[in-house]
């Protein structure tokens, strides 16, 4: 359970280009945005989506991989690693102050380089790079006339469940087709966490058939928060993002939500579950 109240933001960010390069500034200039706050929310967790540094599709991943090194049980040193986007989220989260999930990015093995993972990092509101998650269940679908995604063809499916020790409790972390499989947030529930955070991308087929419903079921199930942070919708890339990012309390209720459009939502999640929420969007 959360230690006191906080505030969130979950960043729908859009413009997503094929330059790594203004992807990573934008998405900087993104968070620092949603941790000013809005005069009504001061968050203290800032979330971004799935594979916010690169186009999302399985061609992409491998050119947009990054090397990151980072064992749970080891010291890293985020300078002297070679990812540019952990350096870039860890500048922001120290500079703004912030609990950042950093959406996900794809990842390269430094013991295989053929390996490829799809990682969300998490960063201490001193620059620190405290965990990682890898995408444990990969995206495999093939609906005949609407949309066909292999994620396995290039990606490995992450093998640890991942939850976060915070100053304002304990956070479980899965990106997209994990909200699809229980135990993830069940395990959470029972180890004392606050809220399951997702970054994901869920598409134009399966978003409006089950994106709000999974949310919505993982919450009331295990009387916990579940956020779900997604890239805005952008029908001149290849794939093309449902949005919605979303807060869900533990009783069930959306209690903030954005449309398609780059949005940054805020919401309180709280000690105790309250009825009074109101859902508040900032363009």
């Known amino acids: 359970m959360a230690t006191q109240s906080f505030d969130i933001a979950l960043i729908q960010l859009g413009n997503v280009t094929s330059s790594k390069e203004k992807n990573l500034q934008h ?14 929310f001061k968050p203290r967790v800032v979330v971004l989506p ?6 999302y599709g399985v061609k992409y991943f491998p050119e947009y991989a990054e090397k990151i090194g980072f064992k749970n049980d080891q010291p890293y040193d985020v300078e002297k690693g070679e990812s540019e986007s952990v350096k870039m989220l860890s500048s922001v989260a120290k500079e703004t102050g912030v609990w950042l999930i950093g959406g996900s990015i794809p990842e390269r093995d430094t013991s295989d380089d053929k390996v490829l993972y799809n990682t969300s990092t998490i960063y201490s509101p001193e620059g620190k790079l405290v965990g990682i998650h890898r995408k444990v269940h990969l995206f495999d679908i093939d609906i ?3 949309i066909t995604f ?3 063809k290039v990606l490995t499916g992450g093998s640890q469940l991942t939850q976060i020790d915070t100053d304002v409790g304990r956070l479980g972390v899965g990106i997209c087709y994990d909200v699809r499989f229980p135990e993830l947030a069940m395990v959470a529930a029972r180890q004392g966490c606050a809220a399951m955070i997702y970054p994901g991308a869920f598409n134009l087929t399966t978003g409006p058939l089950h994106w709000e419903l999974l949310a919505r ?5 295990n009387q ?9 919708r952008d029908t001149s890339a290849d794939y093309h993002a449902w949005g919605h990012s979303m807060l869900v309390d533990p009783l069930g209720k959306v209690v903030a939500e954005a449309d398609e459009n780059e949005r940054i939502v805020y919401a309180r999640i709280g000690m105790t579950l309250s009825l009074s929420h109101s859902p508040f969007i900032l363009g």
């Open 224 to 232: 916990i928060y579940i956020a779900m942070c997604s890239p805005a």
């Open 27 to 40: 998405a900087r200039e993104m968070v620092a945005k949603a941790a000013a706050g809005d005069g009504s």
């Open 150 to 152: 292999q994620e396995s």
């Open 144 to 146: 005949p006339g609407k």
């Open 50 to 55: 799935e594979c916010f540094n690169s186009p």
């Open 217 to 221: 079921g993982r919450a009331v199930d």
